[in-house]
């Protein structure tokens, strides 16, 4: 028998140049592959028929198999769908010579024309008419031998049926250091250097997830308004992290030429119905952050720096931070406009306490607090309403808190919310366009699994079903106190903010967030793909604070802040790794039931509502993460890796609960 064309551990070789690692990987040639594997077909007729061994079975079954090919399609197996049921349905046909179809019926199989077309003498295929085996380039014939002699050596090299050092392996081929070069492993096909076929396949859709995000940034023809008045107000509403629940001591205390508030405060006084200024005056005055109490009290700095930990006393607003970062992109580009801020929340509520009709009157403070922008923009001067933002959903996670806690439901209660404020923004304001509408993602250590994060999944599928609304994103990436923002927090949020702000309200895009596009489970592999606003993805540590303590650090999580379940329960991960720019790969310890298996990401059980995956953004942020000892800061609020540089403007994932087989 004539010498092998090319040796397995040529076409498996690690480096270009065999021992030289700077020669860089080698990817084998697909044409030595086949070389390789028809001179081993053929090794192997010729062994079985020199020794007359029972490795003429192979050479028996090949022609059976011929003489089917004619009127056989394929074989669809009601077994699980991997070689050992090939290898089964294989011995089969060797064993009678000749199948009928009363034969194939009698063993569970069937043929017929709704199968894919035989991509070789005979193919199978399993129960969703997917090809899984096949006479293709030989590599079937082996299964047979393997099942008998668990081994066959060919040359330096050997197959292996279910190796001993390679748990998870149906079967591989292995080189002199017993290393898998090509095999079976947990139902996916594998190739050294390249990885599982599966790996290869998603890879594939990598450059299509990319452009699903780069679409998702080109000009936008929403019907929302722009920045066209000379003064544009940005309305936030929500509960406590809307009020800067804890957001002391302040940060924000010089004034842009082009950012105002109504009266001495973003906030009203107190958390009445009727919005008023802070300090009576009614006037637009220099936009800088302030601290009150609950009742809408003035704190000052000093103060400020005397409050014990866990004060309620609001400070540096999220809309503060918003505003001075949109100003200033606005004023770099070339277009400055005037910007008022202006907050309307009311901390410990639920979204039906916040909404017109109530019985706690509370959503009167939306109107009333347009009422007191327009009259407080000078007379002559064009105004309007270019953006809301929307933070709320922490009560309703709760269903003691007395309001919906299932996605439906809150997603109705939004709507209906939303479109009342569109009508008392035109109706106060006289504009003939509607404002955008941004909401954050509730998360973080108010995020629950009941109903499957119904809160945040709501809030995701409201954005993505109505026009002219966005999500930014969560906020557990950025510093608290438990619950509550800190300063920094609070402000570094608002950054983010304002950078999808400007993007939509001044550049025209469109925007989401790091968010799933598709989810697929192969064999014990759950595959999530993702529309990456600036890839590729990367793992960074969210900071994080602990309620009831002083305390707020990088945390890192085991597996990233994914979780898989079914009903069996959770399933083990045994790693998180990227496939591609905008990929990622779950390998669980067993596979899971695809029935009613699910994957989630930020849940309270994994990962207290946090995670690591965000993408690559560049985006330099106008503020830097402040630090000054003795002006009511806790002392673990000194960072080193934060204090004194520009806050990371990553887009972070949000939640998600989805099953492993989903599509938007």
Known sequence: MAEPPVLPEAVWRDFNVPGVPQSGPYKPLKNDIIALL???????????????????????????????????????????????????VAARLNQVGAVSLAELSARGLRIGPDVPPSLGPFTIAGKTGRVVAGLMAGLTWFAVRLRAERSLHVGDSRFESNPSANSGWSWALTGKSGKPVLGFLDRDLYLHHAGRSADLKMLARDPGNVARAQGARSPSNARHTRLPWEYNLLLIDGQSLSTANEGWPRLSKVARADCFMVGNSVRPAGEGTTWTPVGGSTTLQPMVATIETESG???????AANLPPGDNARGENVIVGTANYLARALADGGTPRKLVALSAGVSGQTIETLSPGNPSGL????????????????????????????????????????????????????????????????????????PAFFIYQTGASYTQDNNQLAIGMAQWEFVRENAGCYMVGPVYPVTDKGGHLDANGYRWFGQQVGKVMHRVLALGQGWEPLSPLWVEMVGKTVYVGFSVPEPPLQFQLPYVGAAGTVGNAAADYTNRGFRITDAAGDVSISAVRFVGATIVAIDCARRPDPAT????????????????????????ANDDYSYQAGIGHYTTANIPALVGRPYPLWNWAIAFCLPVIWSR
């Open 38 to 88: 028809r001179w081993m077909t053929d090794a192997l007729d010729a062994l079985g028929a020199a020794t007359g061994t029972d490795l003429t079975v192979i050479t028996k079954l090949r022609a059976d198999l011929t003489a089917l090919s004619g009127r056989v399609d394929a074989i669809v197996a009601g077994a699980p769908e991997d070689l050992n049921s090939f290898a089964e």
């Open 297 to 303: 009290t003035p704190i000052s700095d000093a103060d």
């Open 363 to 434: 959503y009167n403070r939306v109107p009333t607090g347009l009422q007191a922008f327009v009259n407080a923009v000078p007379g002559g001067a064009t105004r309007g309403c270019s953006a809301i933002l929307w933070m709320q959903g922490e009560f309703n996670y709760f269903a003691e808190n007395g309001g919906t806690t299932t996605k439906t439901g809150y997603k109705t209660a939004l709507t209906s919310l939303r479109n009342q404020m569109n009508t008392d923004v035109v109706a106060k304001t006289g504009q003939a366009t509607l």
């Open 597 to 620: 298996a699910l994957v989630w990401y930020a849940s309270n059980t994994a990962s207290q509502g946090n995670g690591c995956l965000c993408d690559s953004d560049k985006t330099i």
